[in-house]
């Protein structure tokens, strides 16, 4: 997508705010549009000018809203943000969380149904050594070669890091070590969090060949609890 594609969105929120135009939605119009695209320093097509129209009339409307909202001058601003409703009190402590037990599992005649196994099922096969973390691994990597460019859900392969942590999974399953449920288990990351001696784009083409050279904390605690990063 081009630079001048992705502000597209960007104008559409912004278009409605210029105050010079009428109070009226219905009064904007593509000339408006074409007219702020200087303002901008962006260019689109009469094609598109017509398309996001009716986007900008719906943001006008929603800017208005907030305009008209009545607040006393005695109301204090919003320093924090605090999601509860008025009167309910955050629970003290974290839920724990129970998985149901997959009962016995066992390997599949076709190993490609391995796909469509639960997270609690792989992690049973991992578990009784029915197979191997870099077995499983390569399998997934396998089918994000095969089916990634199609489905376009793939922008980095993490190969030598995936083995390298499925390795060391299995060394610690083999030798009593398991660090639950996620241990030896592959899993894809959304390319905004950061890891280390890898791209993170964050889906954007500016930032097509950033690399930042540390882990996102979700990472950081994938790796403790022993999950396989296998793609971005």
Wanted: net charge neutral; with cysteine; aromatic share 8%.
């Amino acid at each position: 997508m081009s630079a001048r594609k992705a502000f597209l969105f960007l104008l559409c929120l912004l278009l409605p705010a210029i105050p010079a135009w009428s109070q009226s939605s219905d009064s904007l119009t593509t000339e408006h549009i074409a007219v702020a695209e200087d303002i901008f320093g962006l260019e689109f097509t009469a094609a598109e000018r017509d398309s996001m129209l009716e986007t900008l009339r719906q943001r006008r409307q929603a800017y208005q809203r907030v305009r008209d909202f009545p607040i006393a001058n005695s109301t204090p601003p919003a320093l924090i943000f605090n999601p509860l409703p008025a009167g309910m009190q955050a629970p003290d402590r974290a839920d724990s969380i129970h998985f149901s037990d997959p009962g016995t599992v066992r390997m599949p005649a076709n190993e490609s149904d391995l796909a469509f196994y639960t997270v609690t099922e792989l992690a049973a096969l991992l578990r009784s050594r029915q197979i191997t973390s870099v077995r499983l691994t390569q399998f997934f990597l396998d089918r994000l070669r095969k089916y990634g460019p199609e489905l376009e859900c793939v922008i980095t392969l993490t190969d030598s890091l995936a083995l390298a942590q499925a390795r060391r999974a299995d060394e610690e399953i083999a030798a009593g070590t398991y660090r639950g449920l996620l241990h030896g288990i592959p899993y894809g990351a959304k390319d905004l969090l950061a890891v280390r001696g890898y791209k993170t784009t964050w889906g954007a083409a500016p930032y097509r060949d950033q690399v930042i050279e540390s882990d996102a904390t979700v990472i950081k605690k994938l790796e403790q609890a022993g999950a396989v990063l296998v793609a971005k």
